[in-house]
């Protein structure tokens, strides 16, 4: 199976960016399963920010929303192909 394009969430980043959705910010511990790698790797990839203080909260940003609506593409099957 090829490797998920760069710009598509994986069902992680899915989920974090679907509860971020919902309301203006959650703490990092309300984002599990993502953990802190996943959570940095989506910082990186511009889909949230973190706000300052304490503890660490997080917001989706537009880019995040963006690759949220992203349409994934399904793999054609040969069955799909013979129709």
């Not at 949230?48 to 099957?77: D, F, H, N, V």
Request: hydrophobic content about 40%; some cysteine; charged content about 20%.
């Amino acid at each position: 199976m090829p490797a998920r394009a760069p710009h598509l969430p994986h069902y992680i980043e899915r989920t974090a960016l679907q509860k971020l959705c919902a309301v203006a910010e959650l703490p990092a511990t309300h984002l599990l399963p993502a953990g802190q790698k996943t959570l940095a790797n989506m910082v990186q990839k511009g889909w949230i920010e973190s706000s300052p203080g304490s503890m660490a909260r997080y917001r989706i940003t537009a880019q995040g929303e963006t690759a949220l609506k992203a349409e994934i593409p399904m793999p054609r099957t040969t069955q799909a192909r013979a129709r």
